[in-house]
């Protein structure tokens, strides 16, 4: 299947590298095409460069949108029409840096990225947070590791949309284990109680109830 990456930059182009290994085929698009060129020739035949973001989507399955939380929302307006229908999978955390470089939250405490990220989509797109619980070279790493394999969690509120993520998250050599709805999310984000663990489906499972 094809799957869209919009966004080849630290972790877009983990995302895609893995997804690629497990046999999906990708569409990327970035800012100006030269991350997603280098990337695209690094893959090979299973990576093409789209024209532009729409047409990233052209064919696509489901489009990763690998991009800082502050641009999501100007892309997700850009590729409002193609994106009906499709699975839309989002790994950014809701922070930025300010003037002095200092890293900060850009959602209020206690509101979850994943619920605002549902209120950009148009209707008729299945939205799944995923794929931002781990850092790049964590998430590099930690691939098909055996002999148990390691988890990506998820949030979703859509049965579909878990079921055509936790797909993704096998082909990209991990465990699926789903934290609950949307509104969980930011259990999955930089500071939360499931960020950057390397852990098995039993743990993972016990975690999620712990909180
Ligand atoms: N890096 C990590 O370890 C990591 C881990 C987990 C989650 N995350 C989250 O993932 C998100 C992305 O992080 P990142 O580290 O991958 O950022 P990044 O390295 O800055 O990459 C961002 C990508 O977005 C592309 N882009 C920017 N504006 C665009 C537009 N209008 N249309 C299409 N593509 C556009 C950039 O294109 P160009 O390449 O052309 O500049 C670049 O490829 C962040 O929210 C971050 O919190 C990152």
Do not use: C
């Amino acid at each position: 299947m094809t799957t869209a990456v919009i966004g080849t930059g630290g972790i877009g182009s983990v995302i895609a590298r893995e997804l690629a290994s497990g046999g999906e085929t990708l569409r990327l698009s970035s800012a100006d095409d030269k991350s997603a060129q280098m990337l695209a020739a690094e893959i090979g035949r299973a990576a093409v460069v789209a024209v532009d973001n729409r047409d990233a989507l052209r064919g696509a399955v489901a489009v990763v949108l690998a991009l800082r939380f502050t641009v999501l929302k100007g892309v997700i307006d850009e590729i409002a029409d193609p994106l009906t229908g499709k699975l839309v999978v989002v790994p950014s955390n809701p922070f930025s840096l300010d003037a002095q470089g200092n890293v900060y939250r850009v959602l209020p405490k206690g509101q979850s990225s994943g619920e605002v990220v549902a209120g950009w989509l148009p209707a008729g797109t299945r939205l799944a947070m995923a794929f931002g619980t781990m850092s790049a070279d964590l998430l590099e790493s930690s691939s098909n590791r055996s002999p148990e394999p390691a988890v990506l969690f998820y949030a979703t509120d859509d049965d579909r949309a878990g079921e055509e993520v936790e797909r993704l998250i096998r082909t990209a050599g991990f465990e699926p284990v789903k934290v609950g709805g949307i509104g969980q999310s930011s259990r999955l984000e930089v500071g939360g109680d499931l960020h950057d663990l390397v852990v098995g489906p039993a743990e993972a499972r016990s975690l999620i109830g712990a909180a």
